[in-house]
C-alpha cells in the first residue's frame, strides 16, 4: 500500500487532505453549473467525477484539477434547448432528450480532443504570450469573484432577491472568518490544508450554533434540484437508439462538439501553462489532451455533462499542497462518495465558508505585478493584457485567448513587415548591389517592393540575402515577381547568400530560379551561419 501512494504522491498526507479540500468546493460549483446547462445537478456531480478521475491518473499536469466547467457549459445551453424542444414536439415525446444529445456529442468531443493529443497539438500552448497570460489570469479571477456574488441571493416563495438585514451581516461575518482562516493558519501551522480547516470550522459554528443560513442543500433546492443523494452513474445505452433523432440536426451537434472540444481544451492548457508556472514544473500538453478526451468520452457514455481543467480547484490544490496525482484521485472519489454516502453531511456546509475560500483564491489568482508594471511594459502588451481581461469577463475564457493571440499574432507581423530594409551600393564593374535586412514574408513584400527601381537600375543587379529570409509563400511571390519584372527589362539579377533553407523553398516553387540564384560564394560570413542554423536544427 506504501509503495502504492508513493507512486502516485511524493506527499500522500498533503494530497489527501487537499484532495477533500477540493472535492468539498466542487460541489457547488458542479451543481452551479448543471444548472447553467438546464441539467439535473447530479449529471454535473458525475462530470465532475469522472472528468477528475481520469485526467488525475492519466492527464500531463500532476496536481491540476478537472471537472465540469462554466466555461463549457455555456456551449451547451443551445444545443440542450434545441434537443428538448424537439423531443417534446415529436409524435411520440421523449423526455429529456437535450441530455441525450449532449451525451452523444461528448463522445465526438473526446474524439477531437484525443486526436489533438494524438497529432501533438498541445504543444502551441507554449506559443501564447505572456500578456495573454495576464490577462487570461486577470479576467479568470474577476470572473470567479462575480460568480460569488450570485450566492449572496436568497429565494423565498419564487422570488429571488439579494440578501438583507441580518441574513447579509451573517453571511459576511462568516466569509471574513474563512478568510481570515486561510490567510492565518498557514503562518501558524502548514500540517493541514488552511482551506480544509476554514470550511470545517465554519461549518461546526453554523451546525452547533444553530445560525440558520445558506448551506450546499439548501442551494440546490433553490435551484430546482431534489438534493445531492444519488447511485453510481450508469451506462447510458439509450444513446445508441436515439441517435436517428439526429437526423437534420447534425450540423448543430457537430458544431457544438468542435465548440466544445475547443473550449474545453484552450482552458485546460491555459491552466496547465499557469500550474506549470506556480509549481516551476513542466506538463505535457499532449499527454493532458488525450485525457481531457478519454474523460468526456467516459462522460459520454456514464451520463456526465463532460468538463475540462478547472482553474480555480487547481489552483486551491496546489495551494494546499496537492501536487501528486493521489490528490486529484481523492478529490474525485470522495466527490462520489459524498453523492453515495456524505449527502446529508455535505449539504449543511454553509454556502459562506465556499465562497470564503473561493475569495482567497480570487486574491491569490488574481496577477497584482499588472498594476505596478503596466505602464512600464510596451503599449501593445498592454492594451493585449487588459483586452484579454475584459474579454473573458465579457464573454468567455477560450474566446479571450484566441482574441489575445491573435492581436498578438497581428502585431508581431506589423512590426516586422515594418522592420525589411535594403541598403544600396555600388561595386566596382557597375553593379548595383541590395542588401536585404529582415524578413520577407507576406506582411512586408509590400515594403519590400517600395525598395527597388526596376526602370531606373543599371544592367547588373545583386540582391543580397545575407541578413534577410524568405520565409513564406507570399515572399516566394513577392520575389519571382521582382526577378520577371528586371528579365523583362533585359537585365541580369543574382540572388546571394541565401541560406539552405531558403534556397530549398524557393527552387521547391520554381526551378528556374536556379540560374539567378548564386550557390558558389566565398565568403565566411555565409559558411559560419549556415553552420550555425544546421546545428541548431
Known sequence: MKTLL???????????????TVALALVPEAVAFAFIAGIDPLVGLYGAFMMGLVTAVFGGRLGMISGATGAMAVVMVYMIKQGNMFGDNLAAPIENLGLYWLFITLLIVGIIQIA?????????VRLIPHPVMMGFVNGLA????????GLFKQTVDGTTSWLSGQALYIMLALVALTMAIMYFLPKLTTKIPAALAAIIIVACITVFGEIEVSTVGSFIRDGGGEGLQGGLPQFQTEIFSLINTLNGHWDLILSTAFLLAAVGLIESLMTLNLIDEITETRGSGNRECLAQGTANILNGLFGGMGGCAMIGQSIINVNSGGRGRLSGIVAAVALLCFVLFGSTVIEQIPIAALVGVMFMVVIGTFAWSSFRIINKIPRKDAFILITVSAVTVVEDLAIAVLVGVIIAALVFAWENATMIRARKSFKKDGTKVYEIWGPLFFGSIQNFNAKFDVNNDPENIEIDFIESRVSDHSGIEALESLIEKYLKKKKNIRLTHLSPECKTLLLKANPKLEKVIEASIDDPRYYVVTDLVDREV
Not at 474577476?142 to 456574488?149: C, D, E, G, N
Open 6 to 20: 508513493s507512486s502516485l504522491s511524493l506527499n500522500p498526507k498533503n494530497d489527501i487532505l487537499s484532495g477533500l
Open 116 to 124: 489533438a493529443g494524438v497529432f501533438k497539438l498541445g504543444k502551441f
Open 142 to 149: 474577476i470572473v470567479i469573484f462575480l460568480s460569488q456574488l
